[in-house]
């Protein structure tokens, strides 16, 4: 059975308040859908379903004379948003899984775009079960339902089907993403915090730029 662990990458004082406050600090997918950045940044955020096709024709009616014009397109995707969907609020991190026949040198899988892309500093969260117990109570005490599960990616380019919180597209890939989606009972749209208690003895924090120093070893009990 794989181990593994999570983290989050942000702004030193960001991941300051993080691990000892258990400050969390959640957007909105339509904030992300709306954002000009190359690793937050991403169009199908709050998107239900996608359908792709490498041809088709468009047609155009004229709201007066009714007369219609056609367009010849070699490539065309819908996409349907739901505006409840973008009102779900997110905490992302990236997962880290790994065997115990692994390379110990774990660091190496981080990719440079997500070292350099979120922060100069990282939380690691070693005991995740406790810190997803922890969010879940925060989130459930204010009445709202959460879901968390790792990051499906898919080639959107050529996908036709469901979309929702945890599909994204394969260019995020590298970011081997863990989501957890927070429905909040307003649902209108705003940023949310939830305050899960100090992080000591759960996670411990350093530098972005450190972590691909990450190692990890068995001991014998």
Sequence with gaps: MPSYLLFKFGEKEHMEALINHGELYLQTLGHYADLEH????DKYEGVVTVRSSNGGTLKIKHPKTGEE???QLAYS???ESDSSLKAVNVYCLYCLQFEETDSPE?????SVDVINGFGDAAVMIYDVDAFLNRVVKAAEEKGSIVLHRIVQYLDLRDYTGDLG???KDSRFSHQNEYRIAVGTPERN??????NVGSLDGIATLMKSDEIQKLKFHVTEE
């Design 77 to 79: 995707q819908m996409r």
């Design 69 to 71: 014009h056609s367009i």
């Design 38 to 41: 190359r690793e937050r940044g």
């Design 106 to 110: 774990i660091g190496m899988r981080f």
């Design 165 to 167: 919180p945890f599909r």
């Design 189 to 194: 749209g705003k940023p949310i915090k939830l």
